[in-house]
């Protein structure tokens, strides 16, 4: 018989990574008592094959950076549980709505079908009501960070932004790393953020621009240990509602290895990553010479009708004890098969426009509509996309099933290093995409993962067809 067990998160730093929001547990071996401890939420494991999780949806208060808020939890938590499978896996997950409203569940980045009990985010599981979801994960699913949440139009901002997003962790990533890094301590970094009014979050007039605290794992500030010289690979990833992360680690680069979940064909690195709604990163750093620094959102703004962002501590990273040798990072990584030699079956222009006024933003100038195909594509073909902001501030394409690659922002060329599921579209710019459609028939949504404006209107529907 098949089994799913829970574990503490982290390998390596197994003492403090079983304390998470809502719950108290062991402090980490960090230097100074004042400093909260890093921490991971626990974790749901795939055994023989299938995972078997049962998520509560509900409302509870939970203890979230010094105060008691009333929040929109999994199983009671704001950071839940993170799911972590291989692929070729099942899961079993039953989602029990006690929540007073209908809600579902979106495997955001997952290529997998988006039909019946699958990643259908159609389905609306109404209050006191529990759905049965099987997903069964292909072979070649590729290994890094997902994630999971709310996808219940029209209700997907508040319902986020209170709390209903988790990680997903899809194993297989140190496969391509070189022998003398394949166990190197992960760290979940989920950066989600809230805000508190009358002691809850709030799940209406959500104000994005307004005063926000950014957490890490639902933790203020925590402390990060690392030894000098050390490498770690650390998943970062946005399950916030609304905000982009300005991503910079003091006096060191990130070497990327995956975006969205998608290995890299080879290893580039960044001082700065800009991190829109729903983005992940799995990268490698390496500890500095023994001392603190800030791992931090630089401030951002998002355009002359957006929000502005300020610079935020996210964490700080303690390096400390004794020194390793740094270790020499691959350069290579894993295969990618470049789009841009593909036969185009279909070329489309998609435009995102807005009336910010009227809180209305569209896709080619109509509202989402659920009954509406707005693009129909066939199987195992590619297509190109332009997609352009005709708004004054930027917004971020995603879509499901089927990840792209990025061939060109504002016409310049654009050199990745493999797929990816969002991308920030430029103020009064475009960007162009390609994809393949795989394996899966059916409809599902293409939209703005800044969850306001998808819920009010910015999302469409495409079909994949024979
Ligand atoms: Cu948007």
Redesign the pocket.
Known sequence: MAVAVVVAAGCGDAAGSRRHVGETGATSPTPTLSETPFAEPRQFVSGHGLLKVRLVVGVRSVRLAGQTVRALTYNGDYMPPTLRLRPGDRLDLTLVNNLPEQTNLHTHGWHISPMDSSDNVYLHIHPGKSYHYTYRLPADLAPGTYWYHSHAHPRSEPQVFAGLSGAIVIDGLERHLPSGLKHITQRLIALKDFQVRNGAIPTAGIDSNAPTTRTVNGLVNPAIPIRPGETQLWRLANIGADIAYNVHLEGSRFHVIAQDANPVDSVWSADTLLMPPGSRFDVLVQGSAAGRSRLETLAYTTGPAGDSYPQETLATVVSSGPATPRATLPMKFAHFSDLRKDRIAQRRTIV?S?NEPQKK?YIDGKLFDHRRIDVRARLNTTEEWTVRNASD????FHIHVNDFQLISVNGKPYEAHGLQDTVQLPVRGQVVVRMRFLDFLGKYPYH?H?LN??DHG?MANIQVVR
């Open positions: 995102f807005e933003f501030e930027q917004h971020t703005c800044i404006h998808e910015m």
